[in-house]
């Protein structure tokens, strides 16, 4: 068997050496390398060529790429790279990176041409001041064989375990069963398209219900496909931690020991520093010093572990002296299946999409509660500016950068006096304003590559904020809207934050999605499934899976209260009768239940309410901004032997993932349709929708709302055994159109009052 592989990730590997630096060093954007690297090719003359493609061998090595430029009439290769800042303050790993690169493509050529010696050229291409500057090596071809050879071998002796390990894998996979004996039938039905899908290399929409068993249902069928398919990688995407927790928990079911098949979990990078007040360079931390020195030792004994969750990953780590997070980052390239979450493949500069590119793999993606993707992606597509933290960096009296900052401040303030509404939306991102916005952003590079050393956290984030803001203005459409809020400052001045926000991310999302070989979005609540495919950029002919519940009718008792509306005219009117509908209930059939609401004011007006009605009733309460703790506390008193009413908000953090079976939960409260505020965020965001889809009202408010009931609703019944009840509580609920939307197999039962 060969292995193939890029120039860069073979210079990666093997000409990486010393610490791991990542002080502050300003990158520019893919397009202004893009354009750097034009700029340099337009000023050559004569027989220059641009982008050659070049490929050679050594041993059952194929090494493959394309050098940036070759001058036949000097006989010199040159690798091209942009930057910004000072070149002298360049990370000295990075230095030998390029090299190594412009070397492998300077022996390639040598060969492609018949050529005895080649001049190699470093060009240094600085894209704010448009000036370069030019590094040269003279070499011999003989000389270059063996830096070739040197890198090929010490990345062969590696790759050919690589390879002995696909093929022990595919064998695997091949001969792989299903661990529970007989798929039960809606979870057949899942796989079979799953499978079908990866073989034929398409996407799939799948709306598989709670009790399915989605996770196996799709984990397992793309598995045994991937010998076939041909396959390099799974990556298993989630929104929420217990989503991953829940792949890894059936990954490890599909993996006996000594299976070889290789998974790791990636956890976010505040979660797995180990010195999170230290900067990332070998004279702040102790871990990054000599990184690149241990990493091929802790490479290897990673992999022998195969299953590389955050615990066992940060073992290894520990044991090897390496940082847990940037040897994860090394280890997708060695690992079957990936586990982590949305940013790592949808984010703009996200590992996995990157990786998959450089690397030409052929990757099968599973998007777990793929119905949390619009709003996950309208998020990562959507930037902001607030002038209070512009107020603040002034006021620190940063001599270097008085100036820009001035002058920045200045324009933003005319721009807010221009406006009179507190939130007013607009066409498009004023010209004059983005203009001082980069001259400010290309200011602080300057001051912070011109003190490496010193880790200035505000104004990095003041400058990341900008960076993203800007690169968001590159590509602004009719998907997002440009839109400035005002708010009182004190001192009877203004602040404002200014937003490039984000409604339809499809034109950014669907790209990274066609780029996989095959994709499967799935989630229990995906309909209508033309909202989904609209939003998140799939295909018009996705195929599309609705997997029938497992579920029987006479399992949930589903109580439709008409009478009474949650509307927030209307909230005093019913704290009353929704507090005694609980209280009857509860003393009906004592046991857990969650009741759900549009807000944490309206939870804490029913819950006082019922505290006043039915003292006896234990209850416990959602909080804002809960962390793990108190969240694992909240759900703690959902046991066996406890009985009460849980509090929370819809959409929040206890309204899905959560799996409460059996005893543990009996029924659920929605006292609310679960549409979003009426505000004019939204407000815009529906004219947006209307002009695109022509049904905004629905796109903004109906979709969203229902899909948050439906996903809360789905806490109580949890396997095939469960019985429970559900009370939607609202007048609107009685619409036809609304009732639609509803699972299927539910039986409603219209109560009025909730007198029934």
């Known amino acids: 068997m060969s292995y193939r592989i890029a120039v860069r990730e073979l210079c990666e590997f093997s000409a990486k050496h010393g610490d791991l630096d990542l002080r502050f060093t300003p990158a520019p954007t893919a397009e202004e390398g893009m354009a750097g690297h034009l700029s340099v090719s337009k000023q050559?003359?004569?027989?220059?060529?641009?982008?050659v493609a070049l490929s050679g061998t050594h041993g059952a090595l194929t090494v493959r790429g394309r050098c940036d430029g070759y001058d036949a009439d000097r006989q010199r290769v040159e690798e091209i790279k942009t930057y910004r800042g000072e070149l002298a303050a360049m990370p000295d790993n990075h230095r030998q990176l390029h090299w190594a690169q412009a070397r492998v493509y300077a022996c390639l050529l040598c060969r492609q041409l018949g050529l005895p010696a080649i001049q190699v050229g470093l060009v240094y291409y600085h894209v704010d001041r448009q000036h370069e500057t030019l590094l040269l090596e003279d070499w011999q071809a003989d000389g270059l064989e063996q830096f070739f050879g040197s890198l090929c071998d010490r990345f062969l002796a590696w790759a050919e375990a690589q390879l002995r390990h696909r093929a022990e894998r595919d064998t695997y996979l091949t001969d792989l069963a299903f661990p529970f004996g007989a798929l039960h039938a809606g979870q057949r039905?899942?796989?079979?398209?799953?499978?079908?899908?990866?073989?034929?290399?398409?996407?799939?929409?799948a709306e598989a219900p709670t009790g399915v068993g989605k996770t196996l249902g799709t984990l397992f069928p793309?598995?045994?496909?991937?010998?076939?398919?041909?396959?390099?990688k799974i990556y298993f995407l989630s929104a929420k931690t217990p989503g991953r927790q829940l792949a890894l928990d059936a990954l490890s079911k599909l993996r006996q020991e000594g299976t070889p098949l290789r998974v790791l979990e990636l956890t976010a990078r505040d979660k797995a520093c180990v010195h999170p007040d230290r900067a990332c360079h070998g004279e702040a931390c102790p871990l990054a010093r000599g990184f690149y020195d241990r990493l091929p030792v802790a490479r290897a004994a990673a992999v022998e572990h195969g299953l590389l969750d955050r615990s066992t990953l940060q073992a290894v780590a520990q044991t090897h002296a390496v940082c847990p997070y940037y040897l994860s980052q090394d280890l997708v390239r060695w690992v079957d299946v990936v586990v982590g979450d949305y940013n790592y493949y949808f984010d703009f500069t996200a590992l996995l999409h990157g990786l998959r590119v450089a690397n030409e793999w052929r990757v099968g993606v599973l998007v777990d509660e793929a119905h949390n993707l619009v709003d996950r992606g309208r998020a990562m597509y959507s930037a902001e500016l607030d002038s209070s933290h512009l107020v603040a960096l002034r006021q620190r009296k940063l001599p270097e950068l008085k100036g820009p900052l001035q002058k920045l401040a200045r324009a933003w303030r005319q721009f807010e006096a221009a406006q009179q509404t507190p939130y007013q939306a607009y066409a498009e991102p004023p010209?004059?304003?983005l203009a001082v916005l980069q001259q400010a952003g290309k200011a602080i590079i300057d001051y912070l590559n011109a003190q490496p050393m010193v880790l200035d956290a505000p104004l990095l984030r003041f400058y990341f904020d900008l960076t993203h803001f800007l690169r968001l203005a590159e590509s602004f459409g009719p998907h997002s809207v440009f839109d400035q809020s005002n708010r009182p400052g004190g001192k009877g001045r203004k602040h404002s934050t200014i937003c490039l926000r984000n409604f339809v991310p499809a034109p950014f999302l669907g790209p990274r999605l066609a780029s996989a070989h095959s994709y499967v979005l799935f989630s229990a609540t995906l309909?209508?499934?033309?909202?989904?495919?609209?939003?998140?950029?799939?295909?018009?002919?996705?195929?599309?899976?609705?997997?029938?519940?497992?579920?029987?009718?006479?399992?949930?008792?589903?109580?439709?209260?008409?009478?009474?509306?949650?509307r927030y005219r209307d909230r005093d009117a019913s704290r009353q009768p929704i507090a005694t509908l609980i209280a009857r209930q509860y003393r009906q059939l004592p046991g857990n239940y969650l009741a759900f609401f549009s807000s944490f004011d309206y939870l804490k007006e029913i819950a006082d309410e019922l505290a006043k009605q039915a003292v006896e009733i234990p209850q416990w309460r959602q909080s804002r901004q809960m962390d793990e703790l108190a969240r694992a506390a909240f759900l703690e008193r959902f046991r066996l032997s406890s009985q009460g009413i849980g509090f929370a908000v819809l959409g929040g953090a206890f309204a899905e993932g959560v799996d409460l079976p059996g005893e543990q939960l009996?029924?659920?409260?929605?006292?609310t349709l679960g549409l979003p505020q009426f505000n004019p965020v939204n407000e815009q965001r529906r004219e947006c929708l209307h002009a695109l889809f022509g049904r905004g009202q629905d796109y903004a408010y109906l979709y969203p709302g229902l899909q948050k009931v439906v996903q809360a609703a789905g806490r109580v019944i949890r396997s095939p055994t469960d019985r429970g009840v559900l009370y939607l509580i609202d007048d609107r609920y009685a619409d036809p159109k609304v009732r639609r939307l509803l699972p299927g197999w539910w039986h409603v039962e219209t109560d009025g009052a909730g007198q029934g």
């Open 44 to 51: 050559r003359t004569g027989d220059y060529r641009s982008e």
């Open 222 to 232: 793309l598995l045994k496909a991937m010998p076939a398919s041909g396959h390099d």
């Open 189 to 205: 039905q899942l796989a079979e398209s799953v499978y079908r899908g990866a073989r034929l290399g398409r996407p799939l929409l």
């Open 431 to 433: 010209g004059s304003l």
């Open 527 to 566: 309909s209508p499934a033309d909202y989904y495919c609209g939003m998140l950029g799939m295909p018009t002919d996705t195929p599309r899976l609705t997997v029938e519940s497992p579920f029987r009718a006479e399992q949930l008792t589903v109580h439709l209260i008409s009478q009474v509306s949650t």
């Open 666 to 671: 009996i029924g659920a409260f929605v006292a």
